[in-house]
């Protein structure tokens, strides 16, 4: 069976429980494009000490996550999960909107020429498992964060629920291992083309 270690691909090797430290340093940011990523470890609410990577698409002079993605001690991606707005303070978009901004994340081909051939090699695993989860376990999971939200206002009416702090996880969904599979064996052939 085909494996990806990522953390292997960070160059990391004593992770520190800290989660103002990003590797890299200034995120992996395609200025052409939009699409950002980074990895930090942290201590959460929700998911006890957790190394996990934060996906964003920049776009009209705002920012949009997507989905945070855990990574297991042996650097394979486990699950995605979604985080209330005030944990990365981004434009919040509901389910349906995110997924159509996130079609056509990727990384241009003068950002992947400055890049070495670890970095793309990780750009484009990366890109090919965002696209091929936005069909299956991202979506799945952006609709309960927005079912989730919904319950929340019906709760709290008078509150703004994405600035709930006791609240900071709202989903999470396993990764599917097919998505990590078919991810990794198109390093070997072209990218997977946006859903």
């Known amino acids: 069976m085909l494996s990806h270690d990522m953390l292997n691909y960070f160059e990391i090797d004593n992770l520190p429980d800290d989660e103002d430290l990003h590797f890299p340093e200034n995120d992996f940011l395609d200025h052409t494009t939009g699409a950002q990523y ?3 470890r942290h201590d959460t609410q929700d998911l006890g000490v957790s190394t996990h990577i934060h996906f964003f698409q920049r776009w009209d002079k705002h920012i949009t996550h ?3 993605l855990t990574i297991s001690e042996s650097g394979g991606p486990c ?6 707005q005030w944990v990365v303070g981004d434009m919040w978009l509901p389910a349906e909107q995110t997924i159509d901004l996130f079609r ?3 990384f241009s081909r003068s950002f992947l020429r400055k890049s070495n051939t670890t970095d793309r090699q990780q750009h484009h695993f990366l890109v090919n498992l965002v696209h091929l989860e936005l ?28 600035d709930m702090r006791e609240i900071e996880i709202l ?12 991810a990794l064996l198109g390093l070997t052939r072209a990218p997977v083309r946006n859903p």
Do not use: Y
């Open 171 to 182: 989903g999470s969904m396993p990764c599917s291992s097919s998505s990590a599979q078919d």
């Open 38 to 40: 980074f990895l930090h």
């Open 66 to 68: 997507l989905a945070g």
């Open 135 to 162: 069909k299956q376990s991202i979506r799945t999971l952006l609709w309960l964060r927005d079912q989730k939200l919904s319950d929340l206002v019906d709760q709290f009416p008078n509150v703004n629920v994405l």
């Open 79 to 84: 699950e995605w999960f979604a985080v209330n």
């Open 104 to 106: 056509g994340w990727k």
